[in-house]
């Protein structure tokens, strides 16, 4: 079976092919010019996908050495996402699905970040624990299996990407704020400005990550006159390296946790802030202490990218096409997906 995946939720517009379980092609069209506006402008957004969505899916087949016709499944990400974006991958996937009279599978963009580590060769068996941490969300689930989830915890204010975004704004680093912050980190010191730790301590898992946005604002404003800031470049890889430990902190903390609570061997990270290399390095260290295995995708895979989308849809299998297309786009992340009892 050939299936063709669609991703368009944010400012990545991107098309894959997966033949028999093969990915044959992944092609990511970054929009790159949201740097300048330190942020993603949804409006702009849609325009852009809009120009790039025939490209990327016709640079995908052409990778994958295929034609259109050769495609017997399309698939696209339904939600969560900026809906004027996630309605251009949407839609040109409903109109493929149309004119080819083929199945078309919509795909939660959180289930799809969850199962990207079956992009590997190597990836955990079920019952595993899930890590999101996206732009958007901050999320730990039990994966029991496609479709069968138990969220544990989310955050109740910003994302772990977004406090990256938000915090490499503040020192005018740029966007997205997570690379850069991740470079800068490493040639700073973790230790030489502590940052607060919400939620560390709380036994549960909940995450919030908005309190520690407002302590660096804080040590920021105190370092700086007529809102020009008087630290050096040095300090600035301390301030990144302290903020990039404090949220490291928390994520290995109630990851470790909640593998030790449900007994569960392997944790499965995903999302853009999966590709911090803070973050691997002590989660592997927890989990070797522990005697877990952890699974990290590589960089392509755990930022926005059509082949997760694809790989969810092949999982997923036909019994998720819908037979009228008449799939809606969600902005929000859906309570239907995470059922507590399961
Ligand atoms: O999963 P993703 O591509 O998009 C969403 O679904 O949101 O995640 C994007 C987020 C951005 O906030 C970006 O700053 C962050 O992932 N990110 C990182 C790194 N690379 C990307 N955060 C920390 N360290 C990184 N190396
Ligand atoms: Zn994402």
């Known amino acids: 079976m050939t299936i063709l995946g669609i991703e368009s939720s944010c400012d990545e517009t991107s098309a894959a092919v997966l033949c028999d379980g093969v990915l044959c092609s992944n092609i990511i069209s970054s929009q790159l010019f ?19 969505i025939i490209p990327v899916i016709t640079e995908s087949l052409r990778d994958a050495s295929l034609g259109i016709e050769n495609i017997d499944v399309v698939a696209a990400t339904q939600g ?25 599978i919509p795909v939660h963009h959180i289930e799809a970040h969850l199962f990207s580590a ?23 689930v039990v994966v029991h299996g496609v479709g069968r989830y138990r969220l544990l915890g989310s955050t109740i204010d910003d994302a ?10 503040m020192m005018g680093l740029g966007f997205p704020g997570g690379p850069v912050i991740d470079m800068r980190a490493a040639r700073g010191n973790p230790s030489a400005i502590s940052f607060a730790r919400p939620l560390m301590d709380s036994g549960d898992y909940r995450f919030s990550f908005s309190g520690l946005k407002t302590s660096v604002l804080y040590y920021l404003r105190g370092h700086a006159t007529d809102g020009v800031l008087q630290i050096g470049e040095k300090e600035i ?106």
Do not use: W
Not at 34 to 52: C, D, M, N, Q, W
Not at 162 to 169: L, M, N, Q, R, T
Not at 264 to 282: D, E
């Open 80 to 104: 969560p996402g900026l809906i004027g974006s996630l309605l251009v991958g949407l839609n040109a996937a409903k109109a493929i699905a149309f004119s080819r009279d083929i199945p078309f």
């Open 237 to 342: 890889d301390d301030v990144c390296a302290g903020f990039q430990q404090a949220i490291v902190d928390v994520l290995v903390r109630k990851s470790m946790l909640a593998a030790e609570e449900f007994g569960l061997q392997h944790i499965a990270v995903a999302g853009g802030v999966s590709a911090n290399t803070g973050l691997s390095t002590a989660l592997r260290i927890a989990a070797a202490e522990r005697g877990l295995e952890v699974y990290i995708p590589d960089i392509i895979f755990s930022t926005d990218n059509a082949a997760m989308v694809a790989k969810l849809a092949e999982m997923k299998g036909l019994s998720a096409a819908v037979p009228d297309l008449c799939a809606p786009a969600f902005a929000r992340l859906s309570d239907t997906l995470f059922d507590e009892n399961s």
């Open 160 to 169: 772990a990407g977004e406090a990256f975004d938000k915090v490499a704004k």
């Open 34 to 52: 949201h740097t300048e506006f330190g942020g993603v402008v949804p409006e702009l957004a849609s325009r852009a996908h809009l120009r790039a």
């Open 118 to 140: 079956f992009l590997h060769e190597r990836h955990p068996p079920f019952p595993y624990l899930g890590l999101v941490v996206s732009g958007g969300h901050t999320l730990l």
